[in-house]
């Protein structure tokens, strides 16, 4: 008999059931032979909570991906900029569950987990295509990811990618995600852009006096922290706790790393303007946070900084719950284990916004303004 090509009516009055598509989501946990009653209850759990963890990447993806190019957009209209951050906030709240759903996987013994590992082997959460996606999104280079191996972690996906039709479907994900980063559209690079655009002192790029008023900004600020280094140095001296020299040596470091900073030194030449009127955008916020309009833009700043920081804190909880788990063996993914995932978590892919924090000064500190009520609320959008 023909199968009835006709699609089923929807249903006339909604359920529960047929909106959420209850039957299919519960009928996913299988496994490998696709019987659920085969499975024990460990195996079970180790399904349902990979499965969980995949539909809040899911939603943490769409959500940086929409504030992604909200924040990219042409023309960012100022008012939008809650919207960023609601859905920025959003995605960090997802991957503050997602940290604490841990301490459920870690009620799998390591006997439990032993008694059906074997079967999953070469499969491993390194294969997780959305949270690579993720990563691409967010911007986290070639350079900064680390190596499977020998390896480069993508090529290593790929390989397996091009191996059954679900692999190239992932792997689409990946694809277009990289096509993104290279356009320069992922968190990074927007938020990078937005920060150059920063008014300073009321001046924005384009206008005639703009490197001026930035290098005048950056020049004044490195002077007034060279001075409170010299005073907290002199603290430190008088204590008589550490000897001169080295403290010396630690103070003269920080000032001169300070200096590379915001003249960025480190940037490639071409980009190093477009790096040092973003920095200094970014300082210029965090130095007078206090002003109305700089209200949102400081906001949207820390919601960067707390995504990043819960990603770094999956990866350090995960890390830690692997050890729990399997001790320090070869993962079934062949990396090696623990000592792999630890290493992951040292990349920072918003370093200028955590590199920032080690620059600031008290507010009585700070250069004052000459501009101030540019920044009050009864004044013009500040940014062109
Ligand atoms: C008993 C449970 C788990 C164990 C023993 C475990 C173990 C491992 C190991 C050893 C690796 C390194 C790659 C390898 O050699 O396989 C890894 C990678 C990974 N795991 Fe898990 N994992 C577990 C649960 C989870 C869960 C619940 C998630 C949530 C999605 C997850 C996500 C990941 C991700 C994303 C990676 C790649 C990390 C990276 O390369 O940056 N894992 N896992």
Redesign the pocket.
Known sequence: MQPDPTPAPAPVVPTYWDYLQIDTLLGLQGGLAGDESGLSADELL?II??QS??LW?KQVLRELKEATALLGGARLDEEKVPDVVHQLRRAAQVLRLAVE??HV?ET?TPQD?LSFRDKLVPA???Q?FQ?RELELRLGLTAAQR?R?GETD?LAHIKGLADRSPAGARAWAHIAAAQADAAAGLTLRQVVEDWLARTPIEGSTPGQPEDSAVVDHFIEGYLGALDAWHGEQLRRLLSAQLTSAAELEARFSAASAAAARFLRAEDAPDDERDHRKRARAGLLFIESHRDLPLLAWPRTLIDTVVELEEQLVLF?HR?AR??ER??GRR??????S??E??DR?THARVFADLWGVRTLLMPKDRVPALSNEAFYAFSAPPPRG
């Open positions: 180790f909570v990979h963890y995949e990447f759903q841990f996987m799998l987990f491993s959460g390194f997780s949270v680390e499977y972690a990866r995960h719950m692997v788990v399997i070869v993962g079934t993914g062949g990396s284990g623990v792999y995932l992951t």
